[in-house]
């Protein structure tokens, strides 16, 4: 049960927002193109054992699952990147197409989002993609419109990031439940007593809205428990129609925080409805989200990652672009020595979606806390 005070949840808001600040925001990589439908993104950040910087994502052109992949490309292309100056510039090193993350006769047709995890063996790929070969419960299969297909989580495992080029690409998790048929977006972290937790988004079989599950798998195990399918259920307000977890980071033990080390805020895109809403003209004008233009929100766990969650952003969304749709979404933090990274995908004046970071130093951090 969380038992924050109103003057410590303030406190996670404002280092939530100093994280996800979109005036601070920098672009480090650009979509293929600089329009609608375009964007880079859906993965993180994090620190090799070499000391550089990796960054995975995919690109994405314009498509529409509503009328199946001959609308366009869609998620062409898995990348990994690699920085030696702490984010300031990025190496493409590996790259995936669609064919490179085929799982045996399942035809990847949309890569989606991915993450890197890196750990004493080498280091993990998370992918989530869409499949055919993969069919529909019994009695609902005429909801799978032509061309697309389901969503599901693999995974491989390397020596080094090159070496995830060749690795064998595993299933991992899945869901025949029509309730959370699709689960794709992983969002991975290890405890310090080695621990990992996995948050992934689901959707039923007929999209009407977009859920966050949960796995766990045990320290000195190779296996993930049973997932929880319903571990973060959309919200009331901004959020009634989507609540995807896509970051989270742990809360530094200072200030009004000093006795609580398992205290997490985790970030989630957010949406009021899955298709774009049509405005009355005398109602408040304002970005409401929607399927792939997203807004962003914030929660929070005082019980560490499996303890239970409540939102910061009950209301309102608290991460909206400037630019465009308003869509800020898929943010991911990584923690190092000097401090925090921030990145995420920002819509811009032309509504494609860069993804752009954010650097806070540790002591403003530790003042913003304190």
């Known amino acids: 049960m969380n038992t924050l005070s109103q003057h410590a949840r303030e406190k996670l808001s404002a280092f939530a927002r100093a994280l996800v600040d979109q005036s601070a925001a920098k672009v480090i990589v650009p979509p293929q193109e600089s329009r609608e439908g375009f964007w880079f993104g859906a993965g993180n950040l994090s620190i090799g054992p070499d000391g550089a910087m990796y960054l995975i994502g995919r690109y994405r052109n314009f498509g529409d699952s509503r009328t199946g992949l001959g609308a366009g490309t869609r998620g062409l292309e898995l990348a990994i990147f690699r920085s030696t ?139 993930f428990g049973e997932p929880d399918f319903e571990r973060f259920p959309r919200g009331f307000t901004w959020d009634v129609a989507a609540s995807r977890v896509t970051g989270m980071v742990p809360v530094p033990p200072v200030g009004a925080f000093a006795d609580r080390r398992q205290i997490f805020i985790l970030f989630y895109d957010g949406a009021e409805s899955l298709r774009k809403y049509d405005e009355h003209p005398s109602a408040v004008s304002r970005p409401r989200g929607y399927s792939c233009e997203e807004l962003g929100g914030a929660a929070f766990s005082d019980e560490g990652l499996i303890g239970p969650i409540e939102r910061l952003s009950q209301t309102l969304p608290y991460f909206v672009s400037p630019h465009g749709t308003g869509c800020s979404r898929y943010v991911d933090v990584l923690e190092t020595e000097e401090g925090y990274y921030a990145s995420w995908q920002q819509s811009q004046p032309d509504r494609s979606q860069p993804l752009v970071l954010n650097f806070v130093p540790r002591a403003d951090v530790e003042r913003i806390l304190r």
């Open 85 to 223: 100056d702490r984010g300031k510039s990025f190496t493409k090193i590996v790259s995936f197409s669609k064919s490179g993350l085929n799982n045996g006769k399942r035809e990847v047709v949309s890569i989606e989002g991915a993450k890197l995890l890196f750990g004493d063996g080498g280091v993990e790929l998370f992918v989530s993609t869409e499949k055919r070969g993969i069919a529909y419960p019994a009695g609902l299969e005429a909801f799978l419109k032509p061309g697309t297909g389901v969503w599901t989580i693999d995974h491989a495992r390397a020596d080094s990031v090159e070496g995830l080029a060749d690795a064998a690409i595993d299933p991992l998790i899945e869901c025949s439940d029509p309730r959370w048929l699709h689960v794709k977006d992983p969002a991975i972290h290890r405890s310090p007593g080695g621990e990992t937790v996995l948050y992934f988004c689901t959707h039923p079989f007929n999209w009407s809205s977009a859920n966050t599950g949960m796995a766990v798998r045990p320290a000195g195990s190779d296996s």
